[in-house]
């Protein structure tokens, strides 16, 4: 009966919550209070002890290695994702300890209660940049590489708190780069059926979880560095997909576990509250840093505002250290939770809203990152360089001038180095077509994966002033209707499509080339 419960409260409340234009997840929160609610007024336990906890566990491992295969290490090795994490950090410490100890807390519990609160959810934000596609964008992979910093950062402070150290053995995992001619080889070998998904599941849950865990490490962290190993493989993405469906039913069980930590007191949830009032100030200060480190306005305001929530690593520091704040801490997590979901799935719509004023804070050296302002003599332009882009790209480029972009930097070195060329860009970004020149430019191919963004380029053209034909695909009949309706002249439905180009190869085999009425 109890998983009985989980399941109902959690698909009633998130397709509730799905309805008001809210993300699910944000429902299962609401699911973990009111369980928990009932649990404690009808005396019937609801909560699932050990097991629900066990389940939360997973999933939290088995995002965060989905995370990691599509993650390139050497993306937190930056100057702007090292220091502005160690900055954020630093700074959020020595301005809340002394608050925190005016208010009555001791020295080392505000210090404690300070570095909680400096950390940002690894799981909000990558389920955020994973459900957007913006996870191997710029802001989405510096939020990412902060994140992991920030783990590295929190694993120290948990091993002080507690009073030991990962073992001796935890020096294993530098023989972990060593391996991954083995990792990969194993991926090759466990085809393409439930034998990949075993391997996956291998991969994050004993070999990142339970061997970084044996160690004195995180397991979470191990996760995330397995993850990694097999991001530059071909079938990272593959895998990743197998995986989906496990990671995001297990993931339900932590939003619901978070919601059903402690029943709060009407003090607790007063506190959490005012704790919650500094999540702006979280952000913003994100946001500045990452400006000082040459990002441009729109990349730092993305990227902080996917930081802009308190860490489950506050809850874990809690029952160490400051056992007092489990409730409130507990509490100030979930309300960040319900905050920031909604609030990055607005992101670019609030860019655009406050961009003339994020702008003017933008140093006058641009980053590495940043965009092209020429497709130079390109006639046809390719967005997202994918397979199906890619497809496009090769059969135009005989007879056209033709020029890729991705967000993706490994996916254009490859391009590049396969003789195409493409582009470093985001297209749903405004400045991007601002300053862009587009004098030859003819029409414009749409095969990004998100069918959102194909509406927000669109719409970007045509308030351009660009009247060549954009032309997309998709799956669904909604969403080739959206894409219309923003401007685009035609969407093709991928599978209706294809179904009748296999039909006309048929009908050419059999009967050549002559019209089917002919044959008649």
């Known amino acids: 009966m109890t998983e009985a419960a989980w399941i109902v409260f959690a698909f009633v409340l998130g397709l509730t919550l799905r309805q008001l234009g809210l993300p699910p997840l944000v429902g299962y929160l609401a699911a973990g209070f009111a369980l928990n609610a009932v649990s404690t007024y009808t005396g019937q336990r609801l909560d699932g002890g050990v097991a629900l906890e066990h389940i939360a566990h997973l999933g939290v491992m088995l995002l965060l290695f989905t995370v990691g295969l599509k993650l390139r290490l050497r993306s937190i090795i930056q100057t702007e994702v090292m220091g502005s994490s160690l900055a954020h950090g630093a700074l959020t410490c020595l301005v809340l300890t002394p608050v925190f100890h005016l208010f009555g807390v001791d020295w080392g519990s505000a210090l404690f209660l300070a570095v909680a609160l400096s950390f940002s959810s690894t799981v909000v934000a990558a389920k955020v940049l994973e459900v957007k596609r913006e996870l191997r964008a710029f802001h989405g992979r510096v939020a990412i590489g902060i994140l992991v ?141 990452l400006l000082r480190f040459k990002l441009r306005a729109r990349s730092a305001f993305l990227a902080s505002l996917s930081l802009a929530s308190y860490s489950e690593f506050g809850l874990i520091v809690a029952n160490l250290v400051l056992p007092d704040w489990t409730v409130v801490l507990a509490l100030t997590v979930a309300i960040s939770f319900v905050i920031a979901a909604p609030l990055n799935r607005l992101s670019q719509t609030l860019y655009e809203r406050y961009e003339a004023v994020l702008v003017r804070y933008e140093l006058d050296e641009r980053h590495r990152d940043d965009q092209p302002v020429s497709l130079g003599l390109a006639e046809v332009l390719v967005i997202g360089m994918g397979r199906l882009g890619a497809a496009a ?27 195409r060329r493409v582009l470093y860009a985001d297209a749903e970004d405004p400045a991007f077509w601002q300053s862009l020149h587009t004098d030859n430019l003819k029409a414009v191919i749409l095969s990004m994966n998100d069918a959102v963004s194909k509406v927000n380029v669109t719409r970007h053209l045509r308030k351009r002033g660009f009247d060549g034909v954009i032309v997309t695909s998709c799956l669904y009949d909604d969403e080739a209707k959206n894409i219309k309706d923003a401007g685009a002249d035609n969407a093709f439905l991928v599978y209706s499509d294809a179904g009748i180009g296999l039909a006309e190869h048929v009908r050419q085999a059999l009967y050549g080339d002559a019209p089917q009425e002919a044959q008649a």
């Open 149 to 289: 910093v920030q783990d590295l950062v929190a694993l120290a402070v948990l091993s002080l708190a507690g009073g030991h150290a990962p073992s001796l053995l935890a020096f294993l995992v530098l023989a972990l780069p060593f391996a991954r001619p083995i990792i990969h080889r194993l991926v090759d070998v466990s085809g393409h059926d439930e034998l990949l998904i075993v391997f996956g599941l291998l991969l994050a849950l004993v070999v990142g979880g339970l061997g970084f865990g044996s160690v004195g490490l995180s397991p979470e962290l191990g996760a995330l560095l397995l993850g990694a190993l097999l991001a530059n493989h071909s079938r990272a993405q593959e895998l990743a997909k197998a995986l989906w469906g496990i990671k995001e039913v297990f993931l339900i069980g932590f939003f619901i576990h978070i919601g059903m930590s402690e029943l709060p007191t009407v003090e607790a949830l007063g506190m959490a509250l005012l704790l919650v009032l500094l999540l702006p100030l979280k952000a913003v200060l994100f946001f500045f840093l």
């Open 393 to 419: 790209y090769d059969y135009l480029r005989g007879d056209e001038r033709v020029v890729g972009l991705d967000t993706d930097p490994g996916k254009v070195q490859r391009h590049l180095q396969e003789g």
